[in-house]
């Protein structure tokens, strides 16, 4: 690759990553100054024979003190609308170690309706003789103010680290849209390390419940 195309392709990099949902996002504040970002592109349909619904999905925290994160979310909602959120988050009950948890505020548009997002995340770290990894609890709810209805999400992580900077993730995602089904979806996913600070993920979704549904995503996700 010359010269031109090499600085081409990185400039395009560090945009999607610095634009940049959200493997590693939990309870853990991102510190003064530290940025977390996250790019991916996800594609679902129900099965092989019929059109694939194709979206990015962009996200990224920034540590505004040692313990306030700010962030933002953009790509689609619980009811598969465009969304675009602003949010900060911080921890609560510090005393209850190795268990963290943290409360989150956050308000933007769905589609075309203001929403505020509430959200209470739990997580912790571990290492034992077979390695060591993360596991996380997710919830959120947008209530959408001009419809006056709320949604919900859930969602389930379970991380392993492995030798050489590979991660591996196990997913489940539930939730329901006010007036529709709740659904229940099971997304494993594999993250392989691209230097020091930045992952390449590849991982797909198959749905349990709430119609049949089947999806697969590539992201690209970065310490700063």
């Known amino acids: 690759m010359n010269t031109g195309l090499s600085m081409m392709f990185r400039c395009v990099l560090f945009f999607l990553l610095a634009f940049a949902s959200t493997a590693l996002a939990g309870p853990w504040p991102r510190g003064a100054g530290n940025i977390f970002a996250m790019t991916s592109l996800q594609i679902s349909a129900p099965n092989l024979g019929t059109p694939a619904n194709y ?116 997913q489940i995602q539930a939730g329901r849209q006010r007036g529709d089904p709740s659904f229940l979806r099971i997304a494993p996913s594999f993250a392989l390390p691209m230097g020091p600070s930045a992952h390449f993920e590849l991982g797909a979704s198959v749905a349990l419940t709430g119609g049949r549904e089947y999806g697969l995503k590539i992201g690209l996700w970065k310490a700063f």
């Open 55 to 170: 979206y990015v999905s962009n996200y990224i925290e920034y540590g505004l003190t040692k313990e306030l994160t700010l962030g933002t979310d953009i790509g689609h909602s619980v009811s598969g609308d465009s969304k675009a959120i602003l949010f900060l988050r911080s921890p609560i009950f510090r005393q209850i170690t190795p268990h963290l948890f943290a409360a989150e505020l956050g308000i933007g548009k769905v589609a075309e309706d203001f929403v505020v997002r509430p959200g209470l995340t739990y997580g912790r770290s571990f290492s034992n003789g077979t390695g060591s990894g993360w596991m996380t609890v997710d919830i959120l709810l947008e209530h959408h103010l001009g419809r006056n209805r709320t949604d919900r999400k859930l969602d389930l992580t379970y991380g392993r680290n492995h030798r050489g900077g590979f991660k591996s993730m196990w």
